[in-house]
């Protein structure tokens, strides 16, 4: 994108056209943008109190608070130019000095840090040990990294007299501390006046990005020097014209996608949650405004919507109680191509988000999946390599049980009412273990389901499959091919075979690198849901689709009896209907989609037997309708 700007607008009138724009001082440049930052606040806050639409926030403050010394002049003289040689001091925010907010409910001033951890940011951390002297006499801000200090004069400059930085606010070594805070870390961002992101560092190496500072960098010019494009025409009544130049803009979501900082688990609920969020990146500065869905750049790009929709999932107000939406498998989806410094915090690093999402539907979260939805949230598999699972951290059958970026299908997501649960949960049952604690402070965690589904033996191929093209040959449904058609190029797929050694279907297997030894088994596969397509023999794009509730055409299709007696004798693939009695429109072939899930018996003698344990192999596809057999219908535990 190229935009064309003035020669006139801050900056001296060049002489002649050649003339490049004469280059701002440092001071002046920090100046405008700090103004440019106060202004964006000023008009989020007018736009606040005139607005109808009711605002969302979390019920607490967090208990602890950086006083930044507004009280000692700072907020209004503004940080010093030559250090922070002050002292900071941690408060109990219920001392801290409120202000009343649009609404005219009381509410603490503070800012938050949301930030990369490395060594430096390590060192600075509150423990135990020194938590009593930074709460009576405070830490001198120089002695903090310089990402913290920037944070400081980031909000001193804002007018935030608080501040909240997790490292410092909670004491890393007191399990009980961290519990408390982390149980409604949602609250603490919904409650921020303003988030300050730092995307640009000043680390000398990637392990210490984190503490290396942030403002250096935003606050300098933007490092591509402008073209020269020409001049204006003189005006009609002798005015002067102007020389143009034009540089190339900075994409936001580009930048946000391509920051470090945005492959942070935490960061996810912390740019989800938080009402307003000022991103730091290298000679640039976004404001981000959550009530009001904008996003500004202090480069002149006109404001524009924010791209990101999962925030408006998280409070759209046609949220209705009851229901959890299916963006939620995208949240997970996005969430998990993030890394964690603690592999421990998997489920609670987004707990805030899933906290939030219980808070408006009512309904019970089991490890990562809800209730209303556990059937399909069973559907997830690798995206790209070969994923790595930590047992113990969550059961074997969530998301949270690996690391690796992990996807739904799309079909899934695009069209959910197409895709018929089968597997039927019955029972969750927990146990007393303190992690993970997947909405902190629920009495239990969910360790087990106990499930009713067909559960069938099968047989994986030896030989792995990296490309979709090797499983088309085997894919009944040659008139359209979506089921492989969003296959990940980097995965790695086996053929499932029945007993008779026919193939039936393809499967993913969530640690599988490739080689013969991934398709070591037993296996055994549960359906969990499926997709029943009725097409006409004559015309491959004409498709009748079972759904929920079913729509007139399927009615109109199973009154006809077709549907009962294709179903009574069930083939790989019915052959055309030569049936006179037929209307046109009603001689139409069955393709049938099974989608499982791939186990492994916790015991392999009693794999066979009511009430077997299972664990979570991978995901995968069957399209033989002979698959389902009644006989296979039971009860398993799934752990």
């Known amino acids: 994108m190229i935009s064309a700007l003035t020669g006139a607008a801050d900056r001296e009138d060049p002489s002649s056209p050649g003339d490049r724009p004469s280059p ?168 921020a006046i303003v988030t300050i992101t730092a995307h640009s560092y000043g680390g000398q190496t990637p392990d210490d990005d984190g503490g290396g500072g942030f403002l250096d960098n935003a606050l300098t010019a933007e490092g591509d020097e402008p073209s020269l494009l020409g001049t204006t025409d003189t005006g009609s009544a002798g005015e002067g014209g102007g020389v143009l130049y034009a540089r190339r803009d900075r994409m936001f979501e580009v930048d946000i996608f391509n920051s470090p900082l945005s492959q942070r688990g935490w960061i996810l609920q912390e740019r989800l949650l938080s009402p307003r969020i000022v991103h730091f990146f290298p000679s640039q500065i976004f404001y981000e405004g959550r009530l009001f869905g904008i996003v500004r750049a202090e480069d002149r790009t006109p404001a524009f919507r924010d791209p990101d929709k999962l925030r408006e999932v998280v409070f759209r107000p046609e949220n209705q109680a009851g229901a959890t939406p299916l963006d939620w498998f995208r949240v997970v989806e996005r969430y998990s191509a993030c890394r964690l410094t603690q ?73 959910p009412f197409r895709v018929l649960p089968t597997l039927e949960v019955v029972a969750s049952v927990g146990n007393a273990l303190d992690r993970p604690r997947h909405i902190l402070g629920e009495p239990e965690n969910t360790r087990s389901l106990h499930v009713r589904a067909f559960v069938r033996r099968a047989t994986l191929s030896p030989d792995w499959l990296d490309r979709r093209d090797g499983l088309l040959p085997y894919y009944p449904l040659g008139w359209k091919g979506e089921t492989l058609r969003d296959l990940d190029a980097e995965g790695v797929y086996r053929e499932v075979h029945d007993e008779a050694g026919r193939v039936v279907g393809w499967a993913s297997l969530d640690e599988d690198a490739g080689g013969r030894e991934g398709a070591a088994g037993p296996f055994y596969t549960a359906i969990v849901a499926s997709e029943e397509a009725w097409f006409h023999e004559d015309d491959p794009d004409d498709v009748v689709y079972r759904t929920h509730p079913p729509t007139p055409q399927y009615d109109a299709l199973y009154a006809t009896g077709r549907v009962a007696a294709t179903f009574a004798s069930p083939t790989f693939r019915t052959p055309p209907s030569n049936e006179p009695s037929l209307p046109v429109e009603h001689r139409r072939e069955l393709a049938m989609t099974y989608w499982v899930v791939v186990l492994r018996p916790d015991d392999g003698a009693e794999a066979e037997s009511p009430g077997a344990k299972f664990s979570r192999a991978g995901f995968g596809q069957v399209f033989d309708r002979r698959w389902q057999r009644p006989e296979d219908r039971r009860m398993v535990h799934l752990i």
């Open 24 to 191: 701002a001082s440092a001071e002046s440049i920090r100046t405008r943008k700090f103004d440019r930052i106060k202004q964006w606040l000023q008009e989020d806050w007018q736009k606040w109190e005139t607005s109808p639409e009711a605002f969302s926030h979390g019920q607490q403050f967090p208990p602890r608070l950086l006083d930044l010394g507004a009280d000692e002049g700072r907020l209004e003289s503004g940080p010093p130019k030559d250090g922070l040689d002050w002292y900071i001091r941690l408060i109990d925010t219920r001392d801290a000095r409120k202000v009343r907010i649009p609404g005219g409910m009381v509410w603490c001033p503070y800012a938050i840090l949301s930030h990369r951890w490395g060594p430096s940011t390590e060192l600075s951390r509150t423990l135990q040990e020194n938590l009593e002297a930074r709460c009576s006499q405070g830490v001198k801000a120089s002695e903090l990294c310089k990402t913290f200090q920037d944070a400081i004069v980031a909000a001193l400059e804002m007018g935030m007299p608080y501040l909240w930085i997790d490292s410092l606010c909670i004491v890393q070594d007191d399990v009980e501390d961290w519990r408390h805070q982390s149980s409604f870390m949602d609250d603490i961002y919904m409650n």
């Open 343 to 415: 592999d421990a915090d998997k489920l609670v690093a987004i707990s805030g988000i899933a906290k939030h999402f219980q808070q408006r539907s009512g309904v019970r979260y089991l490890a990562g999946l809800w209730a209303d939805r556990a059937a399909k949230g069973l559907l997830w598999l690798a995206r790209g390599p070969s994923l790595a699972r930590r047992p113990g951290r969550a059961p074997s059958w969530s998301w949270a049980s690996v690391d690796g970026p992990i996807r739904y299908p799309s079909q899934l997501l695009d069209r």
